[in-house]
């Protein structure tokens, strides 16, 4: 195996890709769907909950897989 790639971030990059293309493609309808209706239902509310609260969720593990680590164990960097 060659030493020079990151089989897990890359199967991470992969997947945010994929996850983001998921967003692109289905925000218009979204927007038709649910953000131009004059009415905030239950559905409403868990729709966007269920939307957006796997959106937020990902950033911090996409900051930790993305961004470069200071020196140091992870112990020592959090406490």
Do not use: K
Not at 58 to 70: G, M, T
Request: charged content about 15%; some cysteine; hydrophobic content about 50%.
């Amino acid at each position: 195996m060659y030493s020079g790639i990151n089989i897990a971030a890359s199967f991470n990059v992969a997947a945010y890709v994929l996850f983001m293309y998921d967003y692109a493609l289905t925000f218009g309808r979204e927007v038709d769907l649910f953000w131009c209706q004059p009415r905030r239902t239950w559905a409403f509310a868990l729709f966007i909950a269920n939307r957006y609260i796997g959106l937020f969720g990902r950033i911090p593990a996409f900051l930790e897989n993305f961004l470069p680590h200071s020196g140091g164990s992870r112990s020592a960097r959090w406490g």
